[in-house]
T-cell receptor
């Protein structure tokens, strides 16, 4: 079974803090994605990566950056967290178009 | 630009009733893929189905069936004889050509929350 894991299920941070969300997949997938999910807005793509050290902006990249140093790990970084980044963050990896999702991290920024 | 519309925000039905979740999409691509995902209360999205734009055959998997109609740009999902375990948020999604170069970006609808009442 494909396994996508995320470092935390729940996270509380303060405005201005630097936040790292980690995602690891164990199936050697080349493509990885970060989404945020908000009520009434569905899932929106923040960034994706199709290879190590490669990254592409999604639909809402502002305020975020990413890092992919190893194939299995894709990190989402909030350089200076703000309250409007309070959300559920979902990571996914994909093979042949089927995306496998992690359990999500619910981030609250106070 | 791609767009997916799920006009039904919330649906409640009594157990054993049939229920259809609507999905309408917009794309300029001639080759594209449509997906349905289920998000149970635990939060993890579960893949249900993928269809490509050249295959308009309806698909049935147990109590689940999908109706793909290019003429109306719709990809509707029907649950027959619903069960409490079907309670979840269901997302319809659209992607372009699948390749290894990042074209697998999914555009999601806003989801439909389905509640099955015992």
């Amino acid at each position: 079974d494909v396994k996508v894991t995320q470092s935390s299920r729940y996270l509380v941070k303060r405005t201005g803090e630097k936040v790292f969300l980690e995602c690891v997949q164990d199936m050697d997938h080349e493509n990885m994605f970060w989404y945020r999910q908000d009520p009434g807005l569905g899932l929106r793509l923040i960034y994706f990566s199709y290879d190590v050290k490669m990254k592409e902006k999604g639909d809402i990249p502002e305020g975020y950056s990413v890092s992919r140093e190893k194939k299995e790990r894709f990190s989402l970084i909030l350089e200076s967290a703000s309250t409007n980044q309070t959300s559920m963050y979902l990571c996914a990896s994909s093979l042949n178009g089927e995306q496998f999702f992690g359990p999500g991290t619910r981030l609250t920024v106070l | 630009a791609q767009k997916v519309t799920q006009a039904q925000t919330e649906i409640s039905v009594v157990e054993k009733e049939d229920v259809t979740l609507d999905c309408v999409y917009e794309t300029r691509d001639t080759t594209y893929y449509l997906f349905w995902y289920k998000q149970p209360p635990s939060g993890e999205l579960v893949f249900l189905i993928r269809r490509n734009s050249f295959d308009e055959q309806n698909e049935i998997s147990g109590r689940y069936s999908w109706n793909f109609q290019k003429s109306t740009s719709s990809f509707n999902f029907t649950i027959t004889a619903s069960q409490v375990v079907d309670s979840a948020v269901y997302f319809c999604a659209l992607s372009g050509v699948i390749s290894n170069f990042g074209n697998e970006k999914l555009t999601f609808g806003t989801g439909t929350r389905l509640t099955i009442i015992p």
